[in-house]
Antibody
């Protein structure tokens, strides 16, 4: 069974840092990409970052580029999102998601973590 | 960035109704489109991938269609558990973008 278990959210002051974790089981990092998606209170979904199955290729939304870093530890089957220089507008529930894509087809984000809340406030 | 425009933003419907949600991309995305369902306090759930392919375990009353710029999610006979917010998402080009969501409410 595929599972994604998130941890690491909380309250942080503007300008502060936080690391989110997403521990996965039931599948191999090598085979699937992983994404982070966030949702501000009462708002829609916003893609934040992703990493492909090789772990080499990463991408970021312009709103977080240079401040957030996606990474993974294969030995721990864990995906991370390191967030720094946090702003009030980064306040959101953050989800990790398993994603499947080939060169010719998109299979969607078919498994999601439970979400973790990040609040940036003084 | 590709803009994804969903309509309507909300719809009131009764159990048994047919509900159709549309999603328009600001440029062609072939069939690189997915639909998600989200209930309050829960993570999104994948319903449809590749524009028209039903994700395993999703009831057959859900269907998707479209290609290029215009897409549709249809619920053929609305059930009580279907009251939720629905999002489309394109993955044709970076950054992936979501529609603004359609809230399906009880009439």
């Amino acid at each position: 069974e595929v599972q994604l278990l998130q941890s690491g959210g909380g309250l942080v002051q503007p300008g502060g840092s936080l690391r989110l974790s997403c521990a996965v089981s039931g599948f191999s990092f090598d085979t699937y990409g992983m994404s982070w998606v966030r949702q501000a209170p009462g708002k829609g979904l916003e893609w934040v970052s992703n990493m492909d199955g090789s772990g080499v290729n990463t991408n970021y939304a312009d709103s977080v580029k240079g401040r957030f870093t996606i990474s993974r530890d294969k030995s721990k089957n864990t995906l991370y999102l390191e967030m720094s220089s946090l702003r009030a507008e980064d306040t959101a529930t953050y989800y990790c998601a398993k994603e499947s894509t080939t060169k010719t087809n998109y299979y969607g984000m078919d498994a999601w973590g439970q979400g973790t809340t990040v609040t940036v406030s003084s | 960035d590709i803009q994804m425009t969903q309509s309507p933003s909300s719809v009131s419907a009764s159990v048994g109704d047919r509900v159709t949600i549309t999603c328009r991309a600001s440029q062609g995305i072939s069939n690189w489109l997915a639909w998600y369902q989200q209930k309050p306090g829960s993570a999104p759930k994948l319903l449809i991938f590749g524009s028209s392919n039903l994700q395993s375990g999703v009831p057959s009353r859900f269907s998707g269609s479209g290609s290029g710029t215009d897409f549709t999610l249809t619920i053929s006979s609305l059930q009580p558990e279907d009251f939720a917010t629905y999002y489309c998402q394109q993955a044709n080009s970076l950054p992936p973008t979501f529609g603004g969501g359609t809230k399906v409410e009880i009439k």
